[in-house]
């Protein structure tokens, strides 16, 4: 092995790795960073500026922010950044700026760095502060990811012979101007193998190195929203809250064929993330006010969402539980779908959770 890839600034990278890994889970440019201080982790990034509709949002940018908060002080003149790619021109500034003493990245970045592809912002005498850099740091392990993100990326595109207009599967953001913000943050992503290409949303709030994790579903004829309420009851226990839209649903692409929104299918989709996110000991749990929230069950097997769920994914569960949410108003309900086009996952579902109720009422006689 290099000496150079050994001990622990490999490990330091393999830390910014995992954070870049996360990136791409969440349909981001897969780069992580974090800022080492005396042997310790004080800042972590993962690009997001996507999901944060911020350009500024880089993995470097918001792991200097972490470590500068946690130390009170703007100036990080005694730790270390390690990213999985070359810096930019605007991180590069930023470091520079905190008196960072070393950096280190992986993947070279030939279009955008400044590390030495483009330039070397960190070799000008003409300024103030001179901060070390070393670039090659687990570098083929940094590209292969970079290089499976975008390969994947132009699959789809190969595959999406007639891409149908963005309004034609996604719900205009203005129409959810005025509802409640939701904790946490919005994530979207399209590379789940059963996703052919969709997109889903799913919220994301608290920790997450959380000592509890708790994924959510809502009723077939209600979405994400539903659970605001109850996740701030939740994040102020300390969990960690992951709340999806299935497809067809809330945030989520709205594929128009009703014959696409089968309940073994969406399990599916949400095993996958499950998978993707790495989580377990998870607490899930369904939604069960009335018909509108009711889970939806699969004719078939007579299963509800959670239930097809846990038999795919029950190794990374703790528990399944049904959980009373409160009955959007009809304006939130109703935000999702700004024409009989998105509502195929609606129609769809509507029949599964009636069958729902009347195994209920069966029951309960």
């Given at each position: 092995?290099?000496?150079?890839?050994?001990?622990?600034?490999?490990?330091?990278?393999?830390?910014?790795?995992?954070?870049?890994?996360?990136?791409?889970?969440?349909?981001?440019?897969?780069?992580?960073?974090?800022?080492?201080?005396?042997?310790?982790?004080?800042?972590?990034?993962?690009?997001?500026?996507?999901?944060?509709?911020?350009?500024?949002?880089?993995?470097?940018?918001?792991?200097?922010?972490?470590?500068?908060?946690?130390l009170g002080n703007y100036r990080l003149d005694d730790c270390e950044l390690f990213v999985t790619l070359e810096p930019c021109a605007m991180c590069a500034g930023a470091m520079l700026h905190a008196r960072l003493r070393c950096v280190f990245f992986g993947?070279?970045?030939?279009?955008?760095?400044?590390?030495?592809?483009?330039?070397?912002?960190?070799?000008?005498?003409?300024?103030?502060?001179?901060?070390?850099?070393?670039?090659?740091?687990?570098?083929?392990?940094?590209?292969?990811?970079?290089?499976?993100?975008?390969?994947?990326?132009?699959?789809?595109?190969?595959?999406?012979?007639?891409?149908?207009?963005?309004?034609?599967?996604?719900?205009?953001?203005?129409?959810?101007?005025g509802l409640s913000p939701m904790p946490g943050v919005s994530v979207y992503l399209n590379d789940l193998p059963s996703l052919n290409g969709l997109r889903l949303h799913y919220v994301d709030?608290?920790?997450?190195?959380?000592?509890?994790?708790?994924?959510c579903l809502h009723g077939y004829g209600s979405w994400s929203q539903v659970w605001q309420l109850d996740m701030a009851q939740h994040l102020a226990r300390g969990a960690r809250v992951l709340v999806p839209d299935l497809v067809g649903f809330g945030k989520s692409d709205k594929p128009k064929k009703e014959a696409t929104h089968q309940v073994v299918w969406h399990a599916q989709v949400l095993s996958e993330l499950l998978t993707r996110l790495d989580l377990h000991q998870v607490?899930?749990?369904?939604?069960?006010?009335?018909?509108?929230?009711?889970?939806?069950?699969?004719?078939?097997?007579g299963r509800s969402l959670g239930q097809m769920l846990t038999v795919l994914a029950g190794h990374r569960l703790l528990r399944r539980e049904s959980c009373v949410v409160p009955r959007l108003t009809e304006a939130a309900l109703a935000a999702p779908y700004p024409d009989s086009g998105h509502q195929a996952g609606l129609r769809a579902l509507a029949p599964l959770a009636r069958l729902a109720v009347t195994q209920r009422a069966q029951k309960n006689t």
């Open positions: 092995m290099n000496p150079f890839e050994a001990g622990q600034n490999a490990q330091w990278m393999r830390a910014a790795l995992a954070e870049a890994q996360a990136a791409s889970a969440a349909g981001e440019v897969p780069v992580g960073a974090v800022v080492v201080r005396q042997g310790q982790v004080i800042g972590r990034g993962r690009n997001a500026p996507i999901q944060r509709h911020d350009p500024s949002a880089h993995a470097e940018m918001l792991a200097l922010r972490m470590a500068a908060t946690a993947a070279a970045d030939p279009k955008t760095g400044v590390a030495g592809s483009v330039l070397n912002l960190f070799d000008k005498p003409q300024l103030n502060h001179q901060t070390q850099v070393q670039g090659g740091l687990l570098a083929a392990e940094c590209a292969a990811l970079l290089q499976s993100f975008f390969k994947a990326q132009r699959q789809r595109k190969t595959l999406s012979a007639s891409p149908l207009r963005e309004d034609a599967l996604r719900t205009p953001m203005s129409r959810f101007d709030a608290g920790p997450a190195d959380a000592d509890q994790v708790i994924f607490l899930l749990l369904e939604s069960a006010t009335d018909a509108v929230h009711e889970p939806s069950v699969d004719a078939s097997s």
